[in-house]
Structures are given as structure tokens and as C-alpha cells.
């Protein structure tokens, strides 16, 4: 809830001259007592002009849901404070996004590894097959698809450099 301590209005620097608009600013407040918003002038606040010719300003203490502040504004600006809105969140609500959280860091996880690894096998393929600077681009370039590439690549390559694969044919 938000209620106004106190509040006054009058010229700049000369507490004297300066009014109590404190009910003033009570009957402003919204209806449920949530909310401010009051241009800062003798209209405003509700009382002929306490020091004509001279610049005012409206210093307000108010009290937040237990939390004290203070402001002070000057003519022709726009006082406003509000009580913080929560948004009600339901439990299946609550435990959709937790649920949406956990995949989609464990996904981000998995293209990790998945293009940390896809480096990995290019730089080790490449040091048998061609320039281990050219896969590594490959695989920077492209991690999916060279990922499977490469693997493919190294399946076939060990397939065919495997004396046990290649023993039982000679």
C-alpha cells in the first residue's frame, strides 16, 4: 500500500513559505491506494499559489509496502510512485518454464560438446587426411554436419586400416 507521510509544497529553499498538501496528496492517490500521479503546480496539489513569482517545488515523503522514501519535484513535473505489481505465476506455469530452462541448457550443453568434439576429430583427422588447418575451418565452418562428416570419415578410414578388416581377405 502506499501512503503519503507527508508532503509540501511552496518556493524553492524557503520552508516558511512552504504549505502542508499531505491530505491533498491522499484524496489524489488511486483508488485502491496503489498508485500516484499528480503534475506538481497550485492546481495539482489543490491550493492557490503559495509564493507567486518564485519557483516551487513538492517535497513528499511516502511509505511503500514498509519502505520509506522521499522525493522532491518541481513545478510542471510529474510526482508518481506506485506500489510494485507481482505477477501471479501458477505452479504449472512455474514448472513449464523450469522444465524449458533445464532442456534448453542442456541442449546449448550438447552443441557444445558436439562442436568441441567435431574440432577435435578434425584436427586428429587431419593429421593423417590432407591439413589439420583445413578441417579444423571445416569443422569451425560447419559443426553438424562436418561432425558427422569427419566421423564418417574416420569409421571408413579405420574400416580399410585394419588389419582384422583386411586380414581374412588375403
Known amino acids: 500500500m502506499l501512503d503519503i507521510i507527508s508532503a509540501k509544497y511552496g518556493a524553492v529553499g524557503v520552508e516558511k513559505d512552504k504549505v502542508d498538501v499531505t491530505d491533498n496528496l491522499q484524496r489524489v492517490r488511486s ?10 503546480g497550485p492546481t495539482g496539489m489543490g491550493v492557490k499559489d503559495p509564493s507567486a513569482g518564485n519557483p516551487k517545488e513538492l517535497t513528499v515523503k511516502y511509505n511503500i509496502n514498509g519502505n520509506e522514501s522521499s522525493e522532491t519535484v518541481k513545478d510542471g513535473f510529474t510526482f508518481a510512485a506506485a506500489v510494485p505489481q ?15 530452462s533445464i532442456w534448453s541448457n542442456m541442449a546449448g550443453a550438447i552443441v557444445l560438446f ?5 574440432i ?22 560447419f559443426p553438424y554436419g562436418s561432425f558427422w562428416l569427419i566421423l564418417g570419415i574416420v569409421v571408413i578410414m579405420r574400416m580399410f586400416s585394419s588389419e582384422d578388416i583386411i586380414k581374412p581377405f588375403f
Do not use: M, R
Not at 120 to 141: C, H, K, R, S, T
Open 86 to 100: 507481482k505477477v501471479p505465476q501458477s505452479y504449472g506455469a512455474f514448472t513449464a518454464s523450469l522444465y524449458a
Open 31 to 40: 483508488p485502491d491506494k496503489q498508485s500516484i500521479s499528480v503534475v506538481v
Open 114 to 118: 558436439l562442436s568441441v568434439f567435431s
Open 120 to 141: 577435435g576429430l578434425a584436427f586428429g583427422l587431419g593429421v593423417y587426411v590432407g591439413n589439420p588447418i583445413v578441417w579444423l575451418i571445416v569443422a569451425i565452418l
